[in-house]
């Protein structure tokens, strides 16, 4: 099947109006409340090389082994568009050195995986990630847990659950692979053919498997944090006792795992029953990642933007149309003098922070009625030969048609206070 032109690839969309509206609220909601926890944006490149992936997310990861978009730059040397975007965090703070201690950074932009096309998996999506860095403890992961849970609540995302669970030390990752694997081998038949292959090469991947054989065989497992040391336990425990003293509504999910090797202790992952079989809308942990030489340890979460949005129009309904401005006034030209004029009187009420909007193709005033009409715009203002004459402009409410003809300052007085009234 041929393509049309005009489509963008497969797995990517472009975002434009009213959607993009909902998209522009839900990251400015965001950005407000980061400022009040004093976490700073930081932009690194898409592109970066390939090592960075491979080394920090680890070689047998999904992401690294299946769907990394990986090309040679013009030197001949592999990058690859960025699948997540704590990698390229690190390297940057690993190059501020002793600077980067506290540092309290979060991203926000497209990542790129070249995932099988299917519902909640795009191949170009966007993720809001944090990255709190400072050495491990209960109540820094915390924090990062309540921050996570304040973004929930300022998007009204009253249907989210956040799971928190403990991924251990490396050092008990064998012992976990082990203990979990004894435990499923009995179950083995009943395992879909991926889980028969991870078994052997990931068995942490069986538990986050969705096909429904393998979900029942993982609910009979033991905890993961069964097979870890009593420091782990207590790690975990001191988690659980002061998300209770915040009273934030996390639950243990004793069988929770995230695919990424540079995870340790705390982990957590949000789901939200809107999304149905791709339902983690965030995805968190505490990590420890290396690069150059340089050991960087923090705690951090990635939400993807695409799956918010999706939930926010799930659990309030009226989310776009609300988050879309709508000009406040319409202007409308008789005649070719007029439009000229009106040029100029929409610079001045848009200097002055009045939205407006007018036509400039010299259509009828019936069509630019009709024009104002379809903008939502509350009010028009009519200007002919005549009131430039007198120096006047019509005001006509295209709540009720009522009418009134004024000066230039209390034109401007009106519309400013009107303006300010609807919030725009
Ligand atoms: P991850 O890094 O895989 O834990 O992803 C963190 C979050 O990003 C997930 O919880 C999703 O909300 C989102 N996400 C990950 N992969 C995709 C994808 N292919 N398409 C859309 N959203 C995604």
């Given at each position: 099947?041929?393509?049309p032109?005009f489509?963008p690839?497969?797995?990517?969309?472009d975002l434009?109006?009213?959607?993009?509206?909902?998209?522009?609220?839900v990251?400015?909601?965001?950005?407000?409340?980061?400022?009040?926890y004093?976490?700073?944006?930081?932009r690194?490149?898409i592109?970066?090389p390939t090592?960075l992936?491979?080394?920090?997310?680890?070689?047998?990861?999904d992401v690294v082994?299946?769907?990394?978009?990986?090309?040679?730059d013009r030197?001949?040397r592999?990058?690859?568009?960025?699948?997540?975007?704590?990698?390229g965090v690190?390297?940057?703070?690993?190059g501020?050195g002793p600077?980067?201690?506290?540092a309290?950074?979060?991203?926000?932009?497209?990542?790129?995986?070249?995932?099988?096309?299917?519902?909640?998996?795009?191949?170009?999506?966007?993720?809001?990630g944090?990255?709190?860095?400072?050495?491990?403890?209960?109540?820094?992961?915390?924090?990062?847990i309540?921050l996570?849970?304040?973004?929930?609540?300022?998007?009204?995302?009253?249907a989210?659950?956040i799971?928190?669970?403990?991924?251990g030390?490396?050092?008990?990752?064998a012992?976990?692979?082990?203990?979990?694997?004894?435990?499923l081998e009995?179950?083995?038949?009943?395992l879909?053919?991926?889980?028969?292959?991870?078994?052997?090469?990931?068995?942490?991947?069986v538990?986050d498997?969705?096909q429904e054989?393998?979900?029942?065989?993982?609910?009979?497992?033991?905890a993961?944090?069964d097979f870890?040391?009593a420091d782990?336990?207590?790690?975990?425990?001191e988690?659980r006792r002061?998300?209770?003293l915040?009273e934030?509504?996390?639950v243990?999910?004793?069988?929770?795992?995230?695919?990424l090797?540079?995870?340790q202790?705390t982990?957590?992952?949000?789901?939200?029953?809107?999304?149905g079989a791709?339902?983690a809308?965030?995805?968190g942990?505490?990590?420890?990642?290396?690069?150059?030489?340089?050991?960087i340890?923090?705690?951090?979460?990635?939400?993807?933007?695409?799956?918010?949005?999706t939930a926010v129009q799930h659990?309030?309904?009226?989310?776009?149309e609300?988050?879309?401005?709508k000009p406040?006034?319409?202007?409308?030209?008789?005649g070719?003098k007029?439009?000229e004029?009106?040029l100029?009187?929409?610079?001045?009420?848009?200097?002055?922070?009045?939205?407006?909007?007018?036509?400039l193709?010299g259509?009828?005033?019936?069509?630019?009625?009709?024009?104002?009409?379809r903008?939502g715009?509350?009010?028009?203002?009519?200007r002919?030969?005549?009131?430039?004459?007198?120096?006047l402009?019509?005001?006509?409410?295209?709540?009720?048609?009522?009418?009134?003809e004024?000066?230039l300052?209390?034109?401007v007085?009106?519309?400013?206070?009107?303006?300010?009234?609807e919030?725009?």
């Amino acid at each position: 099947m041929t393509v049309p032109s005009f489509q963008p690839l497969q797995g990517m969309s472009d975002l434009a109006s009213p959607e993009v509206h909902l998209w522009q609220e839900v990251e400015e909601a965001a950005r407000r409340l980061l400022a009040l926890y004093q976490v700073e944006e930081v932009r690194t490149p898409i592109l970066e090389p390939t090592g960075l992936f491979v080394r920090s997310l680890g070689e047998g990861t999904d992401v690294v082994q299946k769907e990394m978009y990986t090309f040679e730059d013009r030197g001949g040397r592999s990058v690859s568009l960025r699948p997540e975007g704590t990698a390229g965090v690190i390297r940057y703070l690993a190059g501020l050195g002793p600077e980067a201690a506290g540092a309290r950074l979060y991203y926000l932009g497209p990542m790129f995986r070249a995932e099988r096309p299917q519902a909640g998996r795009r191949r170009q999506f966007h993720q809001l990630g944090v990255e709190l860095i400072g050495p491990p403890g209960p109540a820094q992961d915390v924090e990062a847990i309540a921050l996570q849970q304040h973004l929930l609540n300022a998007w009204g995302l009253k249907a989210a659950r956040i799971e928190i669970n403990s991924r251990g030390l490396p050092a008990e990752q064998a012992a976990v692979s082990e203990g979990l694997r004894k435990a499923l081998e009995p179950h083995e038949p009943r395992l879909c053919d991926d889980c028969r292959r991870r078994l052997k090469a990931n068995v942490l991947r069986v538990l986050d498997c969705k096909q429904e054989g393998c979900r029942a065989v993982a609910e009979t497992l033991p905890a993961v944090t069964d097979f870890m040391g009593a420091d782990s336990r207590a790690y975990l425990d001191e988690v659980r006792r002061l998300l209770d003293l915040l009273e934030l509504p996390a639950v243990i999910n004793p069988r929770l795992v995230r695919g990424l090797d540079y995870y340790q202790h705390t982990i957590w992952e949000i789901r939200h029953p809107a999304l149905g079989a791709q339902d983690a809308l965030a995805g968190g942990g505490r990590y420890r990642i290396e690069w150059e030489g340089a050991a960087i340890e923090g705690v951090g979460f990635a939400a993807g933007l695409e799956r918010i949005v999706t939930a926010v129009q799930h659990d309030r309904p009226a989310s776009a149309e609300s988050a879309r401005g709508k000009p406040a006034t319409w202007i409308v030209s008789q005649g070719a003098k007029a439009l000229e004029q009106n040029l100029v009187l929409a610079q001045l009420l848009r200097q002055r922070g009045i939205a407006c909007g007018l036509a400039l193709d010299g259509r009828s005033v019936k069509a630019q009625m009709r024009a104002a009409n379809r903008s939502g715009a509350a009010f028009a203002v009519i200007r002919g030969e005549l009131e430039m004459e007198k120096g006047l402009f019509v005001l006509k409410s295209m709540k009720d048609g009522a009418q009134e003809e004024l000066e230039l300052p209390a034109l401007v007085e009106r519309l400013l206070r009107a303006s300010r009234a609807e919030g725009t």
